[in-house]
T-cell receptor, first 114, second 114 residues
């Protein structure tokens, strides 16, 4: 079974600085998708960014970008110019191609200090 | 689009009572998921439907839990009888065919069983 590991239960960053959240996954499949979700205190789960495994180019969404290392099975999230509103739990998720199921990591709590 | 709509947002009930959680997915999404979130276990997939048909219910913890999707715009998750260990946040999510845009989550139902 696929597993997703987020090794950093908590991280903190100064406002306007850059922070990287780590995620590794375990799979023997070649067709899959990876996601980062944000869960602020409101508890709403919000999709931040999505990466298809067959794409070599790292996905980018404004201040959010990923470093996708397929051979290492690593999928880290970089947040640039951190803002107070970025404070949240961040979840990494894996989805196998052809299946709609997602497997989530345990999450990383990000604190943004003013 | 109003997004995925869940009700109620909060539910407090006594042990032994029946609890019904409700979800309206996004129109056009053909897959619907029920997840449970706790501090100890993170996000766990309970069951998911594709085109209103249950595909995988292996995450349903026991027979006290049941889920239905009578049509494309409505699903319920029922717990009968409820127990204190069922206390958690229950999320409903939906996705389009091929999961091109990832899941869209509802705002969740916080269930407290006393």
């Amino acid at each position: 079974a696929q597993t997703v590991t987020q090794s950093q239960p908590e991280m903190s960053v100064q406002e306007a600085e850059t922070v990287t959240l780590s995620c590794t996954y375990d799979t023997s499949e070649s067709d899959y998708y990876l996601f980062w979700y944000k869960q602020p205190p409101s508890r709403q789960m919000i999709l931040v960014i999505r990466q298809e495994a067959y794409k070599q180019q790292n996905a980018t969404e404004n201040r959010f970008s990923v470093n996708f290392q397929k051979a290492a099975k690593s999928f880290s999230l970089k947040i640039s110019d951190s803002q107070l509103g970025d404070a949240a739990m961040y979840f990494c998720a894996y989805g196998q191609g052809g299946s709609e199921k997602l497997v989530f990591g345990k999450g990383t709590k990000l604190t943004v200090n003013p | 689009d109003a997004g995925v709509i869940q009700s109620p947002r909060h539910e407090v009930t006594e042990m032994g009572q029946e609890v019904t959680l409700r979800c309206k997915p996004i129109s056009g999404h053909n897959s619907l998921f029920w997840y449970r979130q706790t501090m100890m276990r993170g996000l766990e997939l309970l069951i998911y439907f594709n085109n209103n048909v249950p595909i995988d219910d292996s995450g349903m913890p026991e027979d006290r839990f049941s889920a239905k999707m009578p049509n494309a715009s409505f699903s319920t998750l029922k717990i009968q009888p409820s127990e204190p260990r069922d206390s958690a946040v229950y999320f409903c999510a939906s996705t389009d065919p091929g999961q091109l845009r990832g899941y869209t989550f509802g705002s969740g139902t916080r269930l407290t069983v006393v």
